[in-house]
T-cell receptor
């Protein structure tokens, strides 16, 4: 059963620490999205990749966030330094562009910055 | 940039009542998708609409895409407690497959 895998599922860290979230997209999918979900803002698109190349990261605070795809099986989202306002659930989703089909979401990483 | 607005933000109904959520885009969309997120879960794809004026049904759920491809709606007939969750629309413009989500409508159902 193909699924998007995110690690860790939960992360509690102190303000100022570096946080790295990982995502394994579904094999064969060529598009990967990173979303942040909060009660106030809903699902915000942070960045997305097509064939491992970043297409749009305009939703991401550039000074502290970075997103990469070192290979087709791994996407990472890094926050350095983390701040309490970064507390949220971060979702990775993958899909197959060109068919306009659905995005498959991972279970999310619940990040708490204290 | 592309913005997708969704109303209402919350809807509480008695079991058996109908429910509708509406989605509006600031730009013309190439397609619109609907997702459901159960409490504590992740968004799960329900359906995609592509054609102007398209209507699709899934059992008690009816999805519509506006003629101008800028608005959409999801209607649930005779809600059940299993319908509880947040319903999101997500629009994609052009061929870039960039999915922009509305803020969702949280549906609660009183048994």
């Amino acid at each position: 059963d193909a699924r998007v895998t995110q690690t860790p599922r939960h992360k509690v860290t102190e303000m100022g620490q570096e946080v790295t979230m990982r995502c394994q997209p579904i094999l064969g999918h060529n598009t990967v999205f990173w979303y942040r979900q909060t009660m106030m803002q809903g699902l915000e698109l942070l960045a997305y990749f097509r064939n491992r190349a970043p297409l749009d990261d305009s939703g991401m605070p550039k000074d502290r966030f970075s997103a990469e795809m070192p290979d087709a099986t791994l996407a990472t989202l890094k926050i350095q330094p983390s701040e309490p306002r970064d507390s949220a659930v971060y979702f990775c989703a993958s899909g197959l562009a060109g068919r306009g089909t659905e995005a498959f979401f991972g279970q999310g990483t619940r990040l708490t910055v204290v | 940039g592309q913005q997708v607005m969704q109303i209402p933000q919350y809807q509480h109904v008695q079991e058996g009542e109908d429910f509708t959520t509406y989605c509006n885009s600031s730009t013309t969309l190439s397609n619109i998708q609907w997702y459901k997120q159960r409490p504590g879960g992740h968004p799960v794809f329900l359906i995609q609409l592509v054609k102007s004026g398209e209507v699709k049904k899934q059992k008690r759920l009816t999805f519509q895409f506006g003629e101008a491809k800028k608005n959409s709606s999801l209607h649930i007939t005779a809600t059940q407690t299993t319908d509880v969750g947040t319903y999101f629309c997500a629009g994609s413009g052009g061929s870039n497959y960039k999915l922009t989500f509305g803020k969702g409508t949280l549906l609660t159902v009183n048994p």
